[in-house]
């Protein structure tokens, strides 16, 4: 099913059967949901099959970092199972970014192929602790713009460095935004957030939502809220 809707409901679960309760409560027709690495390392493609079964769009969030020919094979193969997007981090360079790309193309395998740049928890303080002297808007637009070289469809960023990349990478290139808490929610672990609709303002194209919506006592009713907040912005 394919749907305007720039959400995406991470569904952050440790097993199948819940991560599929959740599901069965939201419509696809309003939002995408992401799988990260502890569901899909419990349930396997199985959790694939049921959610395209479903009438999901999946955003299959493993973040592949690794040699390059490793790399594409394993972006290949999600690719292959019909995911929407799949991302790896840009901190593992240029050839192996270049490799997923032209493994996805020589195939002709339509999945966003999509780069991490700076996790949404991370503060300079951490950055610096790994040797990165750079701000981590600096390193986030640096990564953003190898990325865009190597071919990628979009970059993971805070909403926060949206505005930059919409001005240095443009609007085509997607800007998929975790760190999305609405007005109702709590800011929980990360670092650099903002509501739905500074988000969208800033230059983001996707929005990444979890807890706000899967831990609603109407998931629907949540979304339904945020959908009218970014109608309104």
Known sequence: MSIDSPLIIALDYASLDAALCMADRLDPRHCRVKVGKELFTRSGPSVLEALH???????LDLKFHDIPNTVAGAVQAAAEQGVWMVN???GGGR???EAAR???ERHSLETHLIAVTVLTSLTAEDLHEVGITQTPAEHVERLAQLAQQSGMHGV?????EAARLKERCGDAFLKVTPGIRPSFAAADDQQRIMTPSEAMRAGSTHLVIGRPVTQAEDPMAALAAIEAELTTR
């Open 53 to 59: 079964g479903r009438g999901f769009e999946v955003f």
């Open 88 to 90: 790896l981090h840009a």
């Open 156 to 160: 993971v960023c805070s909403a926060q």
């Open 95 to 97: 050839r192996m970014m």
């Open 102 to 104: 032209e493994r996805l």
